[in-house]
């Protein structure tokens, strides 16, 4: 599992951000070419990417790149100055077909085989955040072998839909969920919502707690602030790590003994239970702390 607790967006066309997005220690530098690049500025924004690729050490951190729309006639140029790169993974916005995603995945299966690469080794990664995305999800989700995650994007569907945005967010709470939910079901990670004020902290940490409570493996952001908030609240406190622990060993001396279902601090036990610590150590191992 890699970790993805944060995904930062940065423009394109901004090499000093980039730079600096590279020391954050964040899980996911997205270079963004689609909203957070001026139409006149899409072709300078590709070349400081392509830059950026060849140039920079990212270290550990996740490199992707957010093409513009398929179909929004900029996606050609977008792949063919950024895949030589070699980035780990595509960011498709605003997905809303299944043929979409087979496009872009037949478009790095042809570059990859080009560059006698490893089938695959460009990973996809797509933005539900449309209507019919959302009601495509099926078939999306289960469009390519390659994909890694599925991000929600509370904003562009709130401004489809005619919703008013509200902290609370009930407004969004349904896509939110099936988002989370096709993600679970195809186990691949499901990555949340952006919150928008970035000075506001208090606030982001709560929405992000919930993310993680939720089920979500990681929060979209946009702000080198965010980054320590959001990639602390999807990292399992030593608490947690430990109480897992326990109860996967309480578990194995129960199956060793041949008892399946037990009782521990008063608690009944069984695979549900299991299978959730297990997955807490799993976040644990990604981000670094075990």
């Given at each position: 599992?890699?970790?993805?607790?944060?995904?930062?967006?940065?423009?394109?066309?901004?090499?000093?951000?980039?730079?600096?997005?590279?020391?954050?220690?964040?899980?996911?530098?997205?270079?963004?070419?689609?909203?957070?690049?001026?139409?006149n500025?899409?072709?300078?924004?590709?070349?400081?990417i392509?830059?950026?690729?060849?140039?920079?050490?990212?270290?550990?951190?996740?490199?992707?790149?957010?093409i513009?729309?398929v179909?929004?006639?900029?996606?050609?140029?977008?792949?063919?100055?950024?895949?030589?790169g070699?980035?780990?993974?595509?960011?498709?916005?605003?997905?809303?077909?299944?043929?979409?995603?087979?496009?872009?995945?037949?478009?790095?299966?042809?570059?990859?085989?080009?560059?006698n690469?490893?089938?695959?080794?460009?990973?996809?990664?797509?933005?539900?955040?449309?209507?019919?995305?959302?009601?495509?999800?099926?078939?999306?989700?289960?469009?390519?072998?390659?994909?890694?995650?599925?991000?929600?994007?509370?904003?562009?569907?709130?401004?489809?839909?005619?919703?008013q945005?509200?902290?609370?967010?009930?407004?969004?709470?349904?896509?939110?969920?099936?988002?989370?939910?096709?993600?679970?079901?195809?186990?691949?990670?499901?990555?949340?919502?952006?919150?928008?004020?970035?000075?506001?902290?208090?606030?982001?940490?709560?929405?992000?707690?919930?993310?993680?409570?939720?089920?979500f493996?990681?929060?979209?952001i946009?702000?080198?602030?965010?980054?320590?908030?959001?990639?602390?609240?999807?990292t399992?406190?030593?608490?947690?790590?430990?109480?897992?622990?326990?109860?996967?060993?309480?578990?194995?001396?129960?199956?060793?003994?041949?008892?399946?279902?037990?009782?521990?601090?008063?608690?009944?036990?069984?695979?549900?239970?299991?299978?959730?610590?297990r997955?807490?150590?799993?976040?644990?191992?990604?981000?670094?702390?075990?």
């Amino acid at each position: 599992m890699r970790a993805r607790r944060a995904l930062l967006y940065v423009p394109g066309d901004d090499m000093h951000k980039i730079q600096k997005a590279t020391t954050l220690g964040v899980d996911c530098i997205c270079l963004d070419l689609e909203d957070g690049v001026a139409y006149n500025r899409k072709a300078a924004a590709r070349t400081t990417i392509a830059q950026a690729l060849g140039t920079l050490d990212f270290g550990p951190a996740e490199k992707l790149v957010r093409i513009n729309p398929v179909g929004s006639g900029l996606e050609v140029a977008d792949l063919k100055e950024v895949l030589p790169g070699r980035p780990d993974g595509i960011v498709i916005p605003k997905v809303k077909t299944a043929d979409q995603v087979h496009w872009v995945g037949d478009q790095l299966t042809a570059f990859e085989h080009q560059m006698n690469w490893s089938p695959g080794v460009i990973g996809l990664i797509l933005l539900i955040e449309t209507a019919l995305g959302l009601l495509n999800l099926t078939e999306i989700a289960g469009a390519e072998s390659r994909l890694h995650a599925l991000i929600f994007g509370s904003e562009d569907l709130a401004g489809e839909i005619g919703a008013q945005r509200t902290p609370a967010g009930w407004e969004i709470f349904h896509a939110r969920s099936l988002v989370l939910l096709h993600a679970a079901a195809r186990e691949i990670q499901a990555v949340d919502m952006v919150f928008i004020d970035f000075h506001d902290l208090d606030a982001l940490k709560a929405e992000a707690v919930q993310g993680a409570q939720l089920g979500f493996s990681g929060k979209q952001i946009i702000h080198p602030n965010q980054v320590e908030v959001v990639q602390s609240a999807f990292t399992p406190t030593n608490e947690v790590i430990e109480q897992a622990r326990q109860l996967i060993a309480a578990y194995e001396d129960h199956q060793s003994a041949g008892q399946g279902a037990f009782a521990l601090d008063g608690k009944m036990i069984d695979a549900p239970l299991i299978k959730s610590a297990r997955n807490v150590l799993a976040r644990a191992q990604a981000a670094g702390k075990l």
